[in-house]
């Protein structure tokens, strides 16, 4: 594999006066080396770093739980067992924290299809596990938002046609995907209540065009990383048992 680096030189000219000096920058000269497979490592830097790379393989490589089959974020159309796993575990962990600090309790969870990075395989669960599904330093988000703002949700997945995440809601559609009834919590989504929706702050800040979080009427960032989450919840349990079920179906 090559690699190259580029230095960039600067070159300032200086102009001297009576009272102080003045900079100017005058030129910007570029230079490319190659890096091949030729350049040996430093030992001594190697034998540095050696024992803090132990150190954190192991700990990442600790056993946490157990799955007895592999899931993907890629086995059903619309909801996956691991989809669903990612939302319990966002709400399982994520719940008492905002209870805690609101009073409150979570409505629902929506995550997106993207952000799952790696399958979960059959076997042990470790914490390499948990930063491989989940590598990015994403935290919890529960927003407060109107119910016709959780009707802008049902509509974009609806539209998406794909297996995005989701707790607490509950959509039907016929076999053309057109929205036969749409549900939170068992009931009819009220234009007029406030639902508190636990996502990403990837998300809530409109990645994957999820534009609904805001405006809003309040937000609560629990200062938890999703993975952090994972690792929790799977030091909780012995085995996973994660399952895909009839919250986002067509009928």
Not at 109 to 121: D, E, F, M, T
Not at 125 to 137: D, G, N, S
Request: a neutral charge; one cysteine or more.
């Amino acid at each position: 594999m090559r690699f190259t680096l580029l230095f960039i030189l600067l070159n300032f000219l200086v102009f001297s006066g009576c009272k102080q000096e003045k900079m100017h920058l005058i030129k910007i000269e570029g230079q490319q080396i190659q890096i091949t497979d030729l350049l040996t490592s430093n030992q001594n830097i190697e034998a540095f770093v050696r024992p803090y790379r132990e150190h954190i393989n192991k700990d990442l490589d600790s056993v946490l739980a157990y799955s007895p089959s592999t899931y993907t974020k890629d086995d059903d159309e619309l909801n996956t067992a691991l989809g669903n796993l990612m939302c319990s575990i966002v709400f399982s962990e994520g719940n008492p924290i905002f209870n805690k600090k609101t009073g409150k309790n979570i409505d629902a969870v929506v995550l997106n299809h993207g952000g799952i990075r790696a399958p979960i395989s059959a076997g042990a669960i470790t914490t390499r596990t948990a930063y491989q599904v989940m590598p990015f330093e994403n935290k919890i988000v529960v927003a407060g938002i109107k119910g016709n703002k959780v009707i802008e949700i049902v509509d974009f997945l609806v539209k998406s046609k794909r297996a995005h995440p989701f707790l607490g809601l509950k959509i039907l559609l016929d076999q053309e995907y057109n929205l036969i009834e749409a549900s939170i919590n068992g009931e009819s989504i009220n234009i007029n209540k406030t639902y508190y929706i636990a996502t990403s702050d990837y998300l809530y800040n409109s990645g994957d065009n999820m534009l609904f979080f805001k405006p809003n009427e309040s937000v609560v960032n629990l200062d938890y990383k999703i993975r952090n989450a994972m690792i929790d919840y799977f030091k909780k349990v012995d085995t996973i048992n994660p399952v895909r079920d009839d919250r986002f179906i067509r009928h």
